[in-house]
């Protein structure tokens, strides 16, 4: 990452299905991803169901695609945090939702977790020191 | 658009990428491929084979670094970079392969 990089917070508020404000989201994560700035993305208040585990969308005739979430990883987004709160407010906790990784190339190529869990008072910090907020 | 083969019509994009995912067997790989003047090498389908595996498990057509990163780290360093995949297909090897693979064009792709 160059010294020219930008800090890029990407933040997902939106249920996953019935708009399309978290696939699009995620499309521009991905392309976004190209331009090696310093991205991460947030998963706050209904935004945390993309990423809960075991999403089935047959019956909605939409296509399921959480499965591109752990592709993230080989696009060197490896910074998700997933609001507590919203989670708590929803019955959920981390063990509801996918298990994502990366390998992390400084490290011998481990396999480390991309979901952190943080509570508001750590998100607001994270806000405030990016350059760049887009929301979904 | 659409072309056929022995009979079946099958419907592409503006851009001559496969409407139907499902569509796809090799034989439109090969006919899509002799329309670009190209003869598919095993080295060819080793990357097609890959897209569609790589499509099968995470729902996206991959960009071409990801797509550069994940051969090397599967086929070894000497497969795993542009010169080599762009010598396998001129046109780009995303949008290419992706194109005789039945995937839609990679996000990211203009």
């Not at chain 1, 930008?6 to 331009?35: C, D, Q, S, W």
């Not at chain 1, 990366?102 to 952190?116: A, W």
């Amino acid at each position: 990452m160059g010294n020219g990089a930008k800090k890029f917070m990407y933040v997902n508020r939106r249920a996953p299905y019935g708009t399309i404000y978290a696939l699009e989201g995620l499309e521009v994560v991905l392309i976004g991803a190209a331009f090696d700035q310093d991205v991460c993305m947030a998963f706050v208040d209904d935004g945390v169901y993309q990423l809960q585990k075991g999403q089935d969308t047959a019956e909605s005739n939409m296509k399921n695609f959480s499965p591109t979430y752990r592709a993230l990883g080989d696009y060197e987004v490896t910074k998700l945090y997933v609001e507590k709160e919203s989670l708590e407010q929803r019955g959920m906790s981390e063990d509801d939702l996918m298990e994502l990784t990366y390998e992390d190339e400084d490290d011998d190529y481990q396999e480390k977790p991309s979901i952190r869990i943080v509570n508001r008072g750590e998100l607001t910090d994270l806000m405030e020191q990016q350059d760049v907020i887009l929301n979904y | 658009m659409a072309f056929e083969i022995g009979g079946k019509t099958y419907e592409t994009d503006e851009e001559g990428y496969l409407a139907n995912l499902a569509d796809w067997n090799p034989e439109i790989a090969d006919y899509m491929a002799k329309d670009d003047d190209c003869d598919l090498t095993d080295n060819h389908w080793e990357v097609i084979n890959f897209l569609r595996e790589y499509y099968e498990e995470y729902q996206i057509a991959p960009a071409v670094r990801v797509l550069t990163k994940a051969i090397g780290k599967r086929l070894g360093k000497e497969k795993g970079n542009s010169k080599y995949l762009y010598e396998l297909f001129p046109y780009g090897p995303a949008k290419q392969a992706c194109k005789y693979a039945g995937l839609p064009k990679p996000t990211g792709c203009v």
